[in-house]
């Protein structure tokens, strides 16, 4: 069974830069898969970031940043602010109309 | 933007079914996917369908269990589960697309005897 990994938890100091990776079990992420990242603030619905790997979403600040790394997609968040704090999520397409997401990454600002 | 229905309440091994109202644009273009998140627990995407033509794909996870429906005269998107266990607790959410660019407000279903 695939499982898309993200990282648990990550923290960053207010001011640095961060990078959230979005792999696959089964091998590796390509812009086939369209990645998403979704920022989630608690008791809120999701928000769109990034879509298709690096297509900012409208209003989403240029500090948000979508890439392929490795065999991972990733999203970079420079100049982090406190309220950048939330819960991240990647989607990745699977094929044939399907999608998962990954665990969600808790990022605290230091 | 899309509108869901409200909170509900269900006895474990009884249904539920929830709407997504779109709008026409999104209805006639767009897929509509839905997502559960239990308290604490990350998204889940459960199903798709796309509204124009009617083709549904679903989790491996839910099929069987769920059923995604969608209603051209209003242009709704319905998402019913079938079977609910109190691990089906949750918010569901429906969104817009393959990008998930836009999410409604959440559906908080309770499963509880």
């Known amino acids: 069974q695939t499982v898309v990994t993200q990282e648990p938890s990550l923290s960053v100091s207010p001011g640095g830069t961060v990078t959230l990776t979005c792999g696959l079990t089964s091998g590796s992420v390509s812009t086939n898969n369209y990645p998403g990242w979704y920022q989630q603030p608690p008791g809120q619905a999701p928000r769109t970031l990034i879509y298709s790997t690096n297509i900012r979403s409208s209003g989403v600040p240029g500090r948000f940043s979508g890439s392929i790394v490795g065999n991972k997609a990733a999203l970079i968040i420079t100049g982090v602010q406190a309220d950048d704090e939330c819960d991240y999520y990647c989607?990745?397409?699977?094929?044939?109309?399907?999608?998962?997401f990954g665990g969600g990454t808790k990022l605290t600002v230091l | 933007q899309l509108v869901q229905s409200g909170a509900e309440v269900r006895k474990p091994g009884s249904s539920v079914k929830v709407s997504c109202m779109t709008s026409?644009?999104?209805?006639?273009?767009?897929?509509v996917s839905w997502v559960r998140q239990a308290p604490g627990q990350g998204l889940e995407w459960m199903g798709r369908?796309?509204?124009?033509?009617?083709?549904?794909n679903y989790a491996q996870k839910f099929q069987g269990r769920v059923n995604i429906t969608a209603d051209k005269s209003t242009r709704t998107a319905y998402m019913e589960l079938n079977s609910l266990r109190s691990e089906d607790t949750a918010v569901f959410y429906c969104a817009r697309g393959e990008a998930f660019d836009m999410w409604g407000q959440g559906t908080r279903v309770t499963v509880s005897s």
């Open positions: 026409r644009g999104t209805f006639n273009s767009f897929a």
């Open positions: 989607v990745l397409d699977l094929g044939g109309g399907t999608w998962i």
């Open positions: 369908i796309i509204p124009s033509i009617g083709t549904t």
